[in-house]
């Protein structure tokens, strides 16, 4: 297996990729630990896991806070001993909001986008090298390379700081045995905070663009985060991985 024996924290891990990701960490025999705002749905998730045969434990998670975080790292080491992995999936959807200029929004895909990764690379880190190395994978986006016509101003700004931080972060750990890289989905889904890009013909526009011609599935970026999360990349970090059909090479 993948990652036997390792210990995961996924941010956001309630639901669309992040619940993924969680299934395919499980399936490879990591100790899975699903962090959410949502702590019902979180629950919901590790109990899934479970229930198939996974090892799952779930809590509640507001990456926004550094109290949370801290908390949330304690709980971690405290229940199974160390964390291998971490990966910070959780995140806010650049058309929540409809006023794409608005300030108040600015302000809040910062604070979740943004300052929610440093969080959890500032404590997973920590944890990571009191245990000898481990791998960070944070979600960034093509929005943070590209223009996109109906996202805030401050999406791709949110995801570019998640890119540089990734860089930074890689060269900050690399001597704790920690790899930090990110992974940058194109056209998928919609978040459970989208709004005008669940619009479908707004998402029609947008795949028509895509080279692929479709959107991708969470599973697709799932397996990426795997192969980042795994002793299969150990010699990769500090870099980002497109996963958009090919949408960002046009």
Do not use: C
């Not at 964390?83 to 959780?90: C, E, F, G, I, S």
């Not at 009191?130 to 805030?152: E, K, Y």
């Not at 663009?209 to 697709?220: L, N």
């Amino acid at each position: 297996m993948r990652l036997a024996d390792k210990v995961a924290l996924i941010s956001g891990g309630a639901g669309g990729m992040g619940r993924a990701t969680a299934e395919a960490f499980a399936r490879e025999g990591a100790a899975v630990v699903v962090g959410d705002i949502e702590a019902a749905d979180a629950a919901a998730v590790a109990k899934s896991i479970t229930e198939a045969g996974g090892r799952a434990h779930h809590l509640l998670l507001d990456v926004t806070q550094e109290s949370s975080w801290t908390a949330a790292v304690d709980e971690v080491v405290e229940r199974f001993g160390r964390l291998d992995v971490l990966v910070n999936n959780a995140g806010i959807s650049g058309t929540f909001d409809p006023d794409l200029s608005s300030t108040e929004f600015y302000d809040q895909l910062m604070l979740v986008n943004a300052k929610g990764v440093f969080l959890g690379i500032k404590h997973g880190g920590a944890a990571m090298a009191r245990s000898g190395g481990g791998s960070i994978v944070n979600l960034s986006s093509i929005s943070a390379s590209i223009g996109q016509p109906g996202i805030h101003l401050g999406y791709g700004a949110s995801k570019a700081a998640v890119r540089a931080m990734t860089r930074t972060a890689a060269v900050h750990l690399a001597d704790d045995g920690i790899r930090v890289n990110a992974v940058a989905p194109g056209m998928l889904p919609p978040m459970r905070t989208s709004r005008g890009s669940a619009d479908p013909v707004w998402r029609t526009k947008q795949i028509d663009g895509v080279p692929m011609k479709r959107a991708g599935e969470v599973q697709e970026v799932a397996d990426v985060v795997l192969f980042l999360a795994s002793d299969e990349s150990s010699y990769v970090t500090g870099t980002e991985i497109m996963v958009d059909g090919g949408l960002t090479a046009v």
